[in-house]
């Protein structure tokens, strides 16, 4: 194993965003797209900070297991539903993040009073459940995520897509300190960035910023997690399971 195998990054993503405050105590998810675009990666029931990448389990688009002997969230399913109805999507991350969660209950889009906020200009979706379905219901989801990377679901916490896990990750981590400085920029009068200003900004953030905090945060885990990249150390830990997590089919 290397630190470029899906299971790898899930777990670290899930570390970095716990680092972050985004933890969803066991709720919340990772997921990866699958090498070939038919499966994906997706992480378990537990802590952010104690994933491994043993726990990482990979499921087909249909739900059922391919790898791995975790089992694996309910909620996959709007997973699965999001990679098939965009297949740019590279990645999807779920949280219940305590600033995005407290901003959630407003029925808004966050808006730009933090420099890296600009990420999120154009990006954002707002979907709230009305009791009728399954919460986090895929086909709804996928409608009303559009060609958007951030679905603020009300009451509830936040859905990011990215190209990658690692853009994801780093997106997720950075909605977080949006919703708080939106927060607490209301509170005095705070006011946002001009337009002009926010178009500029989006196309650098994206540009230097993402793949740079990626890089960033990555180093620090090494000194903050040393039992996750003992498994780079030690591969033949990783050696592939036979699927044996319970199927999720018919499961929101």
């Not at 970095?16 to 038919?38: I, Y």
């Not at 378990?44 to 791995?68: A, S």
């Not at 960035?193 to 180093?219: D, H």
């Amino acid at each position: 194993m290397d630190e470029n195998d899906s299971r790898f990054k899930v777990a670290a993503s899930r570390r970095m965003l716990f680092r972050e405050g985004c933890d969803s105590t066991v709720g919340g998810h990772v997921s990866a797209r699958a090498e070939g675009g038919d499966a994906f990666w997706i992480s378990p029931f537990e802590y952010f900070d104690e994933t491994t990448p043993d726990r990482i389990v990979k499921l087909g688009m249909d739900l059922q297991p391919v790898e791995g002997d975790w089992e694996p969230s309910p909620a996959a399913a709007f997973h699965a539903a999001l990679y098939q109805g965009r297949p740019d999507i590279g990645s999807v991350i779920h949280t219940h993040g305590k600033h995005s969660s407290v901003f959630s209950t407003t029925g808004r889009k966050v808006g730009m009073y933090n420099v890296a906020s600009v990420l999120f200009w154009e990006e954002q979706a707002l979907h709230a459940d009305d009791g009728t379905k399954p919460p986090v219901y895929g086909p709804d989801l996928v409608a009303a995520l559009g060609d958007k990377s951030v679905i603020l679901l009300k009451n509830h916490g936040a859905i990011i897509v990215g190209d990658t896990l690692e853009n994801a990750t780093i997106k997720a981590m950075v909605l977080e300190t949006a919703c708080y400085h939106h927060m607490e920029a209301e509170k005095i009068g705070g006011t946002e960035f001009p337009e002009a200003e926010v178009v500029r900004g989006k196309q650098a953030y994206l540009k230097y910023y993402l793949p740079n905090m990626w890089k960033a945060n990555f180093r620090r885990l090494r000194r903050s997690d040393p039992d996750l990249f003992e498994w780079l150390e030690h591969p033949e830990r990783a050696a592939p399971t036979t699927a044996a997590v319970r199927s999720t089919a018919g499961t929101r």
